[in-house]
Nanobody
């Protein structure tokens, strides 16, 4: 089992920045990749960014490229999402999720989510 805990959400003005953290515990050694998803009220959950645990390769949704940066600290079993130039449309609950080496395609583990609100 892998447990994930997000932190760092909050209220920020448009153009501002926030950094989200996702701390992994439990069988963190089995993690294959960690991703950030977000869900705004009345909308479907959408992919934001992902990072491969072993290589550090990163992937981004087009809507956040150039503004968000995903990174990891293997020693702390933590993934970060640095969000710059925030827009009101970035307002959502942000979740981190993990795939494992034995289930590399499906995001089987999820955190509880952290609210990000961007005011105009």
């Amino acid at each position: 089992q892998v447990q994930l805990a997000e932190s760092g959400g909050g209220l920020v003005q448009a153009g501002g920045s926030l950094r989200l953290s996702c701390a992994a515990s439990g069988r963190a050694f089995s993690i294959n990749a960690i991703a950030w998803f977000r869900q705004a009220p009345g909308k479907e959950r959408e992919f934001v960014a992902a990072i491969k645990w072993s290589t550090g390769n990163t992937y981004y949704a087009d809507s956040v490229k150039g503004r968000f940066t995903i990174s990891r600290d293997n020693a702390k079993n933590t993934v970060y999402l640095q969000m710059n130039s925030l827009k009101p449309e970035d307002t959502a609950v942000y979740y981190c999720a993990a795939t494992t080496l034995t289930s590399p395609v499906h995001y089987d583990y999820w955190g509880q989510g952290t609210q990000v609100t961007v005011s105009s």
